[in-house]
């Protein structure tokens, strides 16, 4: 915090920081300037990360078609490469990846993804809440843990950085980056100004007064979270943001998870220090009317997948510098229910996508799913702790190396999941 | 007022509403007799209990005992019962007598006639369920309405977009029928005004927590119709009654049926049902749903979705895993997956009437109603319907209770009953309101002193605020200001303070979601969490601001705010007699000095508005040059006030 301070008041910021007003022509005029200052910061790995809320059917996603029990538990929600409509991509000749996820299949053939599967918490909570609690605070048996683990694997960078460090596309803080270290939430980035129409002057001067009100109060969560506002606003070009031009032949589907990955983009591609992003699609938790080919898991995954092509190829010359990985509080039974549908599981599946990952690959234990062979008689067992996988991405990727803190009360083993 | 009174009460409304479907359904005196029974129980129990007859007293808040003065009081009451003071409120409590506000809040009975003008023109507030299924049409209903009616060729897209718009509100005009964005409007609309406006202030707060307590979602097609009435028939009545009650209520409601999907669990463990006479009614139902289809009906979605629910067979446990977690016990309330499972068992066949008129389920469903299903068991209770032929016969175990096979409706209402009262309830329940009302890490003293009221008072919602504003912990000076708004809350508070004039509800809601609360969307049956780290960081931290901005600079279309009218149109001398007048009207009994030291160093260094008309001057084209006149500058000072972290808290 120290750190960071001192380098805004030295570095660029200090051409803000040296007057309430500023007299400056405009707030925008300004923040143009800045951006060509923070030029100079090298270019940094990026982490983006998907929560996939409601708990995805990792076996409908990523289906282990050769096992007959399936194909019984599932009378009209089993899908394969062999079936006629809704025919799966075959990925080693035991997995099935489900045809809405076709943008991700290239991935996969050019050895870019990576699918973990059989992954989920020890905890074996079905419920929601708290299934997504553990996951994101990366403490599957505390509730009491503070901070989530994408806020201490910032921490653990070990190296200065920007009010941008860590952004998630959410209008309120994930859990996963609840903590101590800087971490902004913002639903559109045109937002990040203190804004108004056709008066921006008088904009500065307020802008001003609330800088120093925040700076002044006594109440500590609205202290903190007043100073990396006006840091973050103060960095945000918000003209480049509203005339972005994705690389040319993108289109980002208009759906919550394409606008937030765009977004993401956006920031990576103005250098403004981001390192870690967060970003959620919604829709997973299928009780009803499922759907195989068709219906609302197909809608969601072609939306998923849609968006994520979309952004890969947005990153262009930036690939090599992202690994985006995805996560999903966990499965769903391996049996449909009564409604057309799955219910709470155990056990699901995550993708990892980038130049650095060793993919091409479905990494598993997953045995059999006779009966005897679920959780409780009815769930995929979770045979990968999530936090194998995640440290696998953070060790490589983030050059992080501090399983303790990242994860504390593990000391399970990391996955190899990366080159190198 | 007694205390016999007061308990009868609740006691007598679950028996009134009983009866009305005893009569016709089930006639189950004994039922209503021991009901009746334990009702003179409870209150001789009462009667002679010091600790329970004094919750029914008249109130008498301790906070001169804890260093309050009368208009210390009353603001900090203000501040966590109200969605805000408005200008001059303090006083009028102080003159009122603040235990007498208080009692008066608890009972909520204000005729509010300023909410009833301003809600005068709404059309759907009255509706019920079978009226609002079958008028307000969501899209996909819209479309296959025009395209049954030739408005649009099926496999086209449409030419013409405004006489195709046209002619579709014109049709749907002549038919009755209205979109159903309509009717979502006016349900965020109505909460927006009855925050703002209501005098029952205490009934619109606990409105708010109990609908978010027990929360569902307009993102749910199944349950979005349901909504407005599910606020109005299963929370809003009962926010200060009996917790029971109200929980009952929300299992047996549409909304909640089809939200945690329980409308849809069923069971074939059950005598009624003759495999193969179903599989022929499915059959027949099947076909005339086509037909309908082929024909396009526009009701053909309807059938399709009743013959669905009537097809498919199987238990779902989502509404009986959240009661327990979310509604009751608490996620560590200490019940098991098994116990998860046999309550979703219990709760088989709850479900609600076919409401769309002319499906075949409806048919059905009139001729059964005709027989009293051949007084197999089955309920029906306004649009709540209990399938007997859908329920789980077999016993049952739950949380170490026996249940005996052949249960029935009344299974159900037990278990829901073991629910409302089971001791890790009391705790959860309490937690929840300290933290709503108090701090957002309430005492465990203050959270046992409260459970105890509930269990005492079989869940008496009143009893435990009573208790609550009784207790030293609520007087403590530490969770003064301590919580922070919501974005709803402080948007109503902001209209409050100010007394503004709001004509656009709807902009207030677009605030409300840029700020991080998109009311009656929240996905999660968990609804809103309710702490302060959850609602401020930087981005949501900056719309606030902005809030506070455009609100006090009258840019947000249809909120018209007086400001000069507050100071009694006194033009105040000076930017910093400005702070020191809207501060005192905004945040009554708080200490602003500081704050106004501060602003007022900004607003009157000279510098500064030499910098402000210099800039102006330079760029003439690119920005519009703004006249700092007194007026403009009053609104921005009301707006930094606004957006201040000060008025963050309450």
Request: net charge positive; with cysteine.
């Amino acid at each position: 915090m120290t750190n960071r301070r001192a380098f805004m008041k030295q570095g660029a910021m200090a051409l803000f920081a040296s007057g309430i007003v500023g007299g400056i022509p405009s707030f925008i005029a300004r923040a143009a300037d800045a951006n060509k200052l923070f030029m100079p910061y090298k270019k940094k790995k990026v982490l983006v990360c998907i929560f996939q809320r409601g708990a995805m059917d990792g076996l409908m996603a990523v289906t282990p078609y050769t096992d007959a029990n399936l194909k019984q538990m599932r009378p009209t929600l089993f899908m394969s490469p062999a079936a006629t409509e809704g025919k799966q991509f075959d990925l080693d000749g035991r997995f099935g990846l489900h045809p809405a996820f076709d943008a991700l299949y290239p991935f996969f053939k050019e050895g870019r993804l990576a699918i973990v599967h059989g992954v989920g918490s020890p905890n074996n909570t079905r419920s929601h809440f708290d299934a997504q609690d553990y996951m994101e605070s990366g403490t599957p048996f505390n509730k009491g843990t503070a901070s989530g683990w994408l806020n201490r694997a910032v921490g653990l960078l070990g190296h200065d950085a920007t009010p941008f460090r860590a952004v998630s596309i959410t209008s309120a803080l994930p859990r996963s980056l609840y903590g101590d270290n800087e971490a902004v939430a913002i639903n559109n980035l045109q937002d990040f100004a203190i804004q108004m129409k056709g008066n921006p002057i008088a904009a500065n001067m307020v802008a001003g007064s609330f800088e120093e009100l925040y700076d002044q109060t006594t109440n500590k969560l609205l202290n903190r979270a007043g100073k990396e506002s006006f840091d973050a606003m103060k960095m945000l070009n918000v003209n480049n943001i509203k005339n972005y031009q994705p690389t040319a032949g993108v289109v980002y589907p208009n759906s919550p998870l394409g606008n937030s990955l765009k977004q993401i983009a956006v920031l990576i591609k103005m250098d403004v220090g981001l390192e870690v992003a967060f970003a959620e699609s919604g829709g997973w938790d299928t009780h009803f009317n499922q759907g195989a080919a068709n219906g609302t898991f197909s809608r969601n995954a072609k939306d998923f997948s849609d968006s994520i092509a979309a952004f890969w190829k947005d990153m262009n010359a930036y690939q090599d510098d992202v690994t985006l990985m995805t996560m999903t509080e966990f499965g769903r039974t391996a049996a449909q229910n009564g409604t057309g549908g799955t219910d709470h599981g155990r056990a699901s599946c995550a993708f990892i996508i980038g130049n650095d990952v060793a993919g091409g690959k479905v990494y598993n234990n997953i045995k059999s799913l006779a009966k005897e062979d679920l959780e409780d008689g009815r769930d995929l067992p979770v045979s990968i702790d999530f936090r194998a996988s995640f440290s696998s991405v953070a060790n490589n990727h983030l050059k992080i190396n501090n399983n303790r803190v990242l994860f504390p009360d593990w000391d399970g083993y990391t996955l190899n999941l990366m080159k190198g | 007022m007694t205390s016999a009174n007061d308990l009868c009460l609740p006691l007598i409304k679950p028996f009134l509403s009983f009866s009305v479907l005893s009569k016709t359904y089930s006639m189950n005196w004994r039922r209503i007799y021991k009901r009746l029974i334990a009702g003179v129980c409870l209150t001789l129990v009462f009667a002679f209990s010091e600790k329970g007859a004094e919750n029914y007293r008249s109130v008498k808040i301790p906070y001169k005992k804890y260093g309050y003065t009368d208009r210390q009081a009353a603001a900090r009451l203000l501040d966590r019962f109200s969605f805000g003071a408005r200008p001059g409120e303090v006083d009028a409590v102080v003159n009122m007598g603040i235990n007498k506000w208080f009692e008066q809040q608890l009972e909520g009975t204000d005729a509010d006639t300023a909410v009833a003008t301003r809600l005068a023109n709404f059309k759907t507030l009255g509706l019920d369920n079978e009226t609002i299924v079958n008028t307000y049409l969501d899209g996909g209903q819209i479309l296959r309405f025009a395209v049954k009616n030739g408005l649009v060729n099926k496999d086209s897209v449409q030419g013409d977009k405004k006489a195709y718009q046209e002619q579709l509100k014109n049709l749907m005009q002549q038919m009755g029928l209205r979109p159903l964005q309509e009717l979502q409007n006016e349900l965020i609309n109505q909460k927006i005004i009855r925050a703002a406006y209501s005098n029952n202030q205490l009934h619109e707060v606990l409105t708010d927590f109990w609908f978010n307590h027990f929360n569902v979602s307009l993102t749910k097609p199944q349950c979005q119709q349901f909504i407005l009435t599910y606020e109005r028939d299963a929370i809003r009545p009962y926010v200060t009654g009996n917790f029971s009650d109200m929980l009952l209520a929300t299992a047996k409601h549409p909304a909640m049926l089809e939200f945690l999907d329980n409308a849809s669990s069923v069971s074939d463990k059950n005598k009624l049902v003759n495999k193969k006479v179903e599989a022929v009614v499915q059959q027949q139902l099947q076909k005339k749903a086509d037909d309908m289809q082929s024909a396009g009906s526009a009701i053909a979605p309807f059938v399709q979705q009743a013959v669905q629910a009537r097809k498919v067979q199987g238990l779902n446990e989502n509404y009986a895993r959240e009661i327990m977690e979310l509604h009751t016990l608490g996620v560590d309330g200490g019940y098991t997956q098994a116990d998860v499972t046999s309550v979703a068992r219990a709760l088989t066949g709850w479900s609600l009437r076919p409401l769309a008129k002319d499906v075949p389920a409806r048919n059905v469903f009139e001729k059964g109603l005709q027989n009293n299903f051949g007084n197999r068991g089955f309920v029906v209770e306004k649009d709540f319907f209990f399938r007997a032929d859908k329920h789980d016969d077999d016993p049952k175990t739950i949380l170490g209770k026996n249940f005996p096979a052949n249960g029935g409706y009344k299974e159900g209402e037990e278990v829901i009953n073991m629910l409302a009262k089971h001791p890790s309830t009391a705790q959860f329940i309490a937690k929840k309101l300290a933290t709503r009302f108090v701090s957002d890490t309430p005492s465990v003293s203050l959270v046992n002193k409260m459970a105890e009221t509930f269990r005492k008072t079989d869940g008496n919602i009143k009893a435990v605020l009573i208790t609550m504003v009784n207790d030293r912990e609520f007087w403590n000076q530490k969770s003064v200001r301590e919580k922070v708004k919501s974005p709803f809350e402080l948007a109503i508070s902001a209209i409050r303070a100010t007394n503004a004039d709001v004509q656009q509800p709807a902009q207030v809601f677009n605030w409300v979601n840029k700020m991080g609360q998109k009311i009656y969307y929240y996905q999660a049956p968990t609804g809103f969490p309710d702490r302060a780290s959850y609602w401020i960081n930087t981005g949501a931290l900056l719309n606030r601001m902005n809030f506070g901005l455009a609100f006090a600079t009258q840019k947000i279309p249809g909120i018209k705010v007086d400001l000069a009218s507050l100071n009694n149109n006194h033009e105040p001398e000076s930017a910093e007699d400005a702070l020191k007048v809207y501060s005192n009207i905004f945040l009554p009994e708080r200490d602003n000095t500081e704050n106004i030291k501060r602003i007022t160093a900004i607003v009157t260094d000279r510098s500064v508005l030499q910098k402000i008309s210099d800039a102006a001057e330079k760029n003439k084209e690119a920005v519009t040059p703004v006249a700092i006149n007194n007026h403009s500058m009053i609104s921005q000072v009301a707006g930094i006030i606004i957006g201040s972290p000060e008025f963050q808290r309450k």
